[in-house]
Structures are given as structure tokens and as C-alpha cells.
């Protein structure tokens, strides 16, 4: 339970690398992965977890050896955090840039296609912001976080799913 069954030095390294993997697989899949959540969405997330719990630790299965490599992905996760807060383009290139999926009401089918997005998902997203008719967006913007956020015409009121 408390003998490690790999050298230490190897839990942070190996921590770092599958975390770094799993970020960089994560925002390369696009925004809609970090969105909103289908059934499919967290199957694949539960399968990622899965196969990437054993590059963390090897074969390691002390106590100790996980509450480092939990640690070691904290930290990891706070510096991301911190870089982002300080350096615009960090945060770009770690989280992203919004995208207009809709301008003047009309819709780009090319930025959903690129992002991942079914017209559905905007569909749903603009009736759950009372928003009944595309004619009616100004614009709407895929955030960074995969929410999208609707600037309707008639009123210029902000309405966020």
C-alpha cells in the first residue's frame, strides 16, 4: 500500500505528459467537447479516463503514488489557470476564441461544421434564450467554454445558454 512500483521521479513526469496529452486532444476536438455534455460525450470522457489511468501511474497502485500524481494534476491545472489569467494569447491557445456561428440571422454552416456544432444545438440554444426566429439574432458567438451567446436584433439584450 505505501511502496511505490515505479520510481518517483516518474509519477510527476508521466502526470504531466498524459495531462498536457489529454488537454491538447481535448482542444483539438473543439469547443462542442467542452459544452454541454450528450450521452456519447460521457461515454468517450469516462473512456479517456479510463485509458489514461494506467499511463499515469504505470504499475503503481500505492496510496502515496496516486495522491502524488493528484497532486502533480492540481498543480498542472492551477499553472494553466494562472498563465491563462496573465497572457492573452495563453489563454487563446489553451481555451480558445469565441466564434459567430450567426450574423444577422444568418446562420455559418462552415463555423458549425469546423466546431462540431449541430444546427440543432443552436436551435436548441436559441429557444432556450426565448429566441424563436434566426431573423431575430444579431449575433451569436460560440464561447470558449462551449456555451453559445445570443445579441438579438429588436432589443441588443444579451441572452447567454
Not at 93 to 106: A, K, Y
Not at 126 to 143: G, H, T
Request: with cysteine.
Amino acid at each position: 500500500m505505501f511502496e511505490l512500483g515505479v520510481p518517483f521521479w516518474e509519477l510527476p513526469i508521466r502526470a504531466a505528459a498524459v495531462y498536457l496529452a489529454v488537454l491538447l486532444m481535448i482542444r483539438l476536438s473543439g469547443k462542442r467537447t467542452i459544452g454541454e455534455f450528450s450521452p456519447f460525450d460521457v461515454v468517450v470522457l469516462l473512456l479517456i479516463a479510463e485509458a489514461a489511468q494506467g499511463s499515469l501511474t504505470g504499475n503503481d497502485t500505492s496510496l502515496h503514488g496516486g495522491l502524488v500524481v493528484m497532486a502533480i494534476l492540481i498543480a498542472l491545472n492551477y499553472v494553466v489557470a494562472y498563465v491563462s489569467t496573465r497572457s492573452r494569447r495563453m489563454e487563446h491557445l489553451l481555451q480558445g476564441r469565441p466564434v459567430v456561428l450567426i450574423r444577422d440571422g444568418v446562420l455559418d454552416r462552415d463555423m458549425l461544421c469546423r466546431h462540431n456544432v449541430p444546427e440543432g444545438d443552436v436551435d436548441e440554444a436559441m429557444r432556450s434564450s426565448q429566441i424563436f426566429d434566426r431573423a431575430n439574432v444579431q449575433l451569436a458567438v460560440l464561447e470558449p467554454n462551449g456555451g453559445i451567446s445570443f445579441f438579438e436584433r429588436r432589443s441588443g439584450r444579451r441572452n447567454a445558454d
